[in-house]
């Protein structure tokens, strides 16, 4: 090599962000020459495919033991109890105000979940509505998840479900419309809800749907049969 080659050659290692230890390793070893092939086109350069990111986990099914209906008192606390009765009344006798598609689940796969799960009962053009509204639109669309449900995706150990939901879909409020709640002291119709706080843990609280308006990000889990 003439000592303008090599002068050629240090201006291309460098016009090219070529370093030092670049060059090192070119040196080293039969580099040179498989380098040569692609330049007398004997061979050609295949670029290392781009890892693709791993797809979350799916917890496995949980299972909803019916035989053990959820207790609102054991759950929430001493004077709550599930709506009894018509809306206007006291929540106090009839029957439980209930989705009953719901109760009839004892499965709860997060395989099955997908973006169209998570409802608002929102029409096009609103921004606001009342949480009756929402529960009687919610009711028509898709069965809705019952507080049974909240209450074992909110035990799970690790509330793997739920990460995994919050990973997958980015969910951080989930309401329960399929049981309507009736709230002490004040008698006030609701559904229980969980949220995701910042730290990652879920916790569970009430939202109230008499008297309450509720907005696009307040979401509701719906199910299929």
Same mark, same amino acid.
């Given at each position: ?17 070529w ?32 890892s ?7 917890p ?7 035989t ?22 006291? !929540?106090?006798? @009839? ?9 009839? $689940?004892?499965?709860?796969?997060? %395989?099955? /979940? ?20 929402k ?28 990460r ?22 004040? !008698?006030?119709? @609701?559904?229980?809800?969980?949220r995701?706080?910042?730290?990652? $843990?879920w916790?569970?609280?009430? %939202?109230? /749907?008499?008297?309450?308006d ?12």
């Open positions: 090599m003439t000592t303008r080659q090599a002068a050629e050659l240090d201006h291309a290692f460098g016009r090219n962000g370093t030092s230890e670049d060059v090192k390793k070119l040196s080293a070893g039969n580099t040179l020459v498989q380098v040569l092939r692609v330049i007398r086109n004997q061979a050609e350069i295949v670029p290392k495919p781009k693709q990111p791993a797809l979350p986990k799916i496995a099914p949980l299972i909803i033991d019916r053990t209906p959820f207790n609102p008192v054991a759950f929430i606390g001493q004077g709550s109890t599930i709506w009894r009765g018509p809306k206007d009344g006291d !929540g106090l006798i @009839g029957e439980e105000e209930q989705d009953k598609r719901s109760l009839a $689940l004892t499965v709860f796969d997060a %395989s099955k /979940i997908t973006a169209a799960n998570f409802q608002t009962g929102f029409y096009p053009g609103e921004t606001v509505i009342t949480g009756e509204v529960l009687v639109r919610l009711t028509t669309q898709m069965i809705q998840a019952d507080a049974k449900i909240a209450e074992v995706l909110y035990r799970e150990e690790g509330q793997k479900t739920l995994h939901l919050y990973d997958t879909f980015g969910v951080t409020w989930l309401e329960f419309m399929g049981t309507v709640l009736r709230n002490y002291p004040y !008698g006030s119709r @609701g559904v229980l809800l969980l995701r706080k910042f730290s990652g $843990l916790i569970w609280n009430h %939202s109230l /749907i008499s008297g309450r509720f907005v696009a990000s307040n979401w509701a889990l719906g199910l299929a049969g």
